[in-house]
């Protein structure tokens, strides 16, 4: 099955492109897939944070006493709602293994 007018129109555009394509991605002198040759520097040259180094204390709490019982609250209310939904959905539809 060939598509109509492909060859008079297409290929001469596509041509010129697949062609530069091809020629700009070998210029380097380096495979395409070869990219960590390129890279500079060693395993050692990356920075990370050392684990034993923690944050500073705090000057202030990051709750106060009355926001963390507000979301002791919330938290507990939220799971009581939910356990409600599951026993009120397992009653209505048991569930079959």
Known sequence: M???HFNERI?????PLLL?????ATSSGAPMMDARAET???A????YLPVQD????????AMTADEMSKVKKDLSAARARQ????KAREGAAPVHP
């Open 2 to 4: 060939t598509i109509p």
């Open 11 to 15: 290929a001469p555009l596509a041509r």
């Open 20 to 24: 530069s394509i091809v020629l700009s």
């Open 40 to 42: 500079s520097g060693s």
């Open 44 to 47: 050692k040259a990356r920075v």
């Open 54 to 61: 923690l944050p500073p204390k705090r000057d202030t709490p």
């Open 83 to 86: 356990k409600s939904q599951v």
